[in-house]
Nanobody
Framework: QVQLVESGGGLAQPGGSLRLSCAAS????????IGWFRQTPQTEREGLSC????????TYFGSAEGRFTISKDSEKNVVYLQMNDLKPDDAATYSC??????????????????WGQGTQVTVSS
């Protein structure tokens, strides 16, 4: 069964850090480009970052630039999103997705063959 499972969300203080994980089962992450996204009930889905199939290229968008880092552990079949200097506006449900379409298209509405269920991030003092 093909599945993506996010974890690592929770409560962080402003200026703090969290590392989110996106674990795959039923397929190999190295065969897909992996994107991280976030969304709140008030906002549309926002593409944050993407890592290419072999991990050779990483891409960041908008508020993720300079504060978030995407990485992959191919042996564990997991992609991570390290988030630093968190701000209250970073509070959202974070999801990962896998697709063979290029990373530069993650803002397209149809990007993402497989999606996880999301993990909640709250930033508050």
């Amino acid at each position: 069964q093909v599945q993506l499972v996010e974890s690592g969300g929770g409560l962080a203080q402003p200026g703090g850090s969290l590392r989110l994980s996106c674990a795959a089962s039923g397929f190999t992450l190295d065969e897909y480009n992996i994107g991280w996204f976030r969304q709140t009930p008030q906002t549309e889905r926002e593409g944050l970052s993407c890592i290419s199939r072999r991990g050779s290229k990483t891409t960041y968008f908008g508020s993720a630039e300079g504060r978030f880092t995407i990485s992959k552990d191919s042996e564990k079949n997991v992609v991570y999103l390290q988030m630093n200097d968190l701000k209250p506006d970073d509070a959202a449900t974070y999801s990962c997705a896998a697709d063979q379409k290029p990373c530069d298209g993650i803002w397209d509405w149809n990007w993402g063959n497989y999606w996880g269920q999301g993990t909640q991030v709250t930033v508050s003092s």
